[in-house]
Nanobody, 114 residues
């Protein structure tokens, strides 16, 4: 079955950086536009962060040039480079297909705090 395993989160100070990774199995991501989402504390809904197709990339407004999404189809993996992190970026980050989401993984916790 399809499985996404996110990693790379952690505790970082404001202004810091993290690189998130997502390993996919049971699905070949080359066939899909892939995306990162996040669930903020106290919120039930996941919100869109960024997506990447074969070439094109698109980011949520709040990213403001701080994050870079990338993919490695050979490794069946998705990445999110996050810079200039702020406390409001704190949350659990997930990857999935951009449309018709598959079962969600556990996500990776990102905490931005001094």
């Amino acid at each position: 079955q399809v499985q996404f395993v996110e990693s790379g989160g952690g505790l970082v100070q404001p202004g810091g950086s993290l690189r998130l990774s997502c390993e996919a199995s049971g699905i070949s991501i080359i066939a899909f536009t892939m995306a990162w989402y996040r669930q903020l504390p106290g919120k039930q809904q996941r919100e869109f962060v960024a997506r990447v197709g074969a070439v094109a990339k698109h980011y949520a407004e709040f990213v403001k040039d701080r994050f870079t999404i990338s993919r490695d189809n050979d490794k069946n993996a998705l990445f999110l480079e996050m810079n200039s992190l702020a406390p409001e970026d704190t949350g659990v980050y997930f990857c999935n297909t951009e449309s018709n989401p598959r079962p969600w993984g556990q996500g990776t916790q990102v905490t931005v705090s001094s």
